[in-house]
């Protein structure tokens, strides 16, 4: 079936404007997970999505930063008043379970680009 | 807290030589996984192997291999008969048994030469 996907696939805005980043998980997969990966680095956990449980908030950088998701289905990644400092790639993963050796698997991401 | 060290920044590796990317890491826990991600220019994370703590054995996936060395803390990747698609950023990450959050590495560029 389709593989994780993101969109928009790359995002100028200028400083101080809101960006909202969609993610579409595997249909199935009840966890889903918001990375961000910063120039020459590896990926920054931001927040994790267990089907209707809290999400686990603790990687998120500041209070700018909020996420949703609807159900076991779409989740947005929403940065309000955007700081030259957000500019990275930011991945959004799901998996079947997440305990275990369940894979995850990835989006391509989104590129956010903040001038 | 955990951490996830790979010391190579970039490596380079002729078509149908092998080469071995390492990685390090710091853990108290005794049930964990550890992981490595091949992302080529797409961006797109790929699972390339992984390794439950639990078991001796190192895992194997075709041409890419670990070495598990649980005591030294150590996870190192094998590529044998490297290809020119084998090119990108590999990651190590690592994962706590009851967690579900990826640790990674800042990862190492992999350069495939003709």
């Known amino acids: 079936g389709a593989g994780v996907s993101q969109s928009p696939s790359n995002k100028v805005t200028e400083k101080g404007k809101d960006v909202e980043l969609r993610c579409d998980p595997i249909?199935?997969?009840?966890?889903l997970y918001w990375y961000r990966q910063r120039l020459g680095q590896g990926l920054e956990f931001l927040i994790y999505?267990?089907?209707?449980?809290?999400?686990?908030k603790s990687g998120l950088p500041s209070d700018r930063f909020s996420a949703e998701r609807t159900g076991e289905s779409v989740s947005t990644l929403t940065i309000q008043r955007t700081q030259q400092e957000d500019s990275a790639v930011y991945l959004c993963?799901?998996?079947?379970?997440?305990?275990?050796?369940?894979?995850?698997?990835f989006g391509p991401g989104t590129r956010l680009t903040v001038t | 807290a955990q951490t996830v060290t790979q010391s190579q920044p970039e490596m380079s590796v002729q078509e149908a030589e092998t080469v071995t990317l390492s990685c390090t890491y710091d853990?108290?826990?005794?049930?964990?996984?550890l992981f490595w991600y091949k992302q080529p220019p797409s961006r797109q994370m790929i699972l390339v192997i992984r390794?439950?703590?639990?078991?001796?054995q190192n895992a194997t996936e075709n041409r890419f291999s670990v070495n598990f060395q649980k005591a030294a803390k150590s996870f190192s990747l094998k590529i044998s008969d490297s290809q020119l698609g084998d090119a990108a950023m590999y990651f190590c990450?690592?994962?706590?048994?009851?967690?579900?959050?990826?640790?990674f590495g800042k990862g190492t560029l992999l350069t495939v030469n003709p």
């Open positions: 993963a799901s998996s079947l379970e997440s305990r275990g050796s369940y894979e995850q698997y």
């Open positions: 390794q439950e703590a639990y078991k001796q």
């Open positions: 990450a690592y994962r706590r048994g009851s967690n579900y959050k990826l640790t």
């Open positions: 999505f267990q089907g209707n449980s809290a999400p686990d």
């Open positions: 853990t108290s826990e005794s049930d964990y996984y």
């Open positions: 249909s199935g997969h009840t966890a």
